[in-house]
């Protein structure tokens, strides 16, 4: 068989499908933004305070009295003063993980 330069120099391109590596790169970042945008209020930390039954009811039940400055206490100021502790969240983090898929393919 001949030496094929042309085929040789592609790179990651072809021995991935073509996807690139900075498509990989920032499709892991977009992925991981995704999960993080949404979990606050899949967690329970929503913008009407802590939701009823829900794992950050739980901790809040074993933590009784909530330090200020606590990792609960600002997850439960994310989840009451931004938008990820209100449905957009999760619909922020649905798009990010969308787009880091799609990153992934680029």
């Known amino acids: 068989m001949l030496h094929d330069e042309k085929t040789e120099s ?3 391109n072809a021995e991935y499908g073509g996807a690139s590596a900075a498509g ?10 995704g999960v ?9 930390f929503t913008s009407a305070g802590v ?4 794992a950050a009811a739980a901790a ?3 933590i009784g009295n909530v330090a200020a400055g606590s990792a ?3 997850l439960q100021t994310i989840g009451a003063t931004t938008i990820l502790g209100t ?5 922020l983090g649905a798009v990010a993980l969308a787009g880091g898929v799609g990153g992934c393919l680029l």
């Open 72 to 74: 609960f206490s600002v």
């Open 10 to 12: 592609s790179g990651i």
């Open 24 to 33: 990989i790169a920032g499709g892991a970042t977009a992925v991981a933004t």
């Open 60 to 62: 809040q039940a074993a």
């Open 51 to 54: 939701a009823a039954g829900s």
């Open 87 to 91: 449905v957009g969240g999760p619909i």
């Open 36 to 44: 993080a945008a949404a979990t606050p209020w899949f967690a329970g």
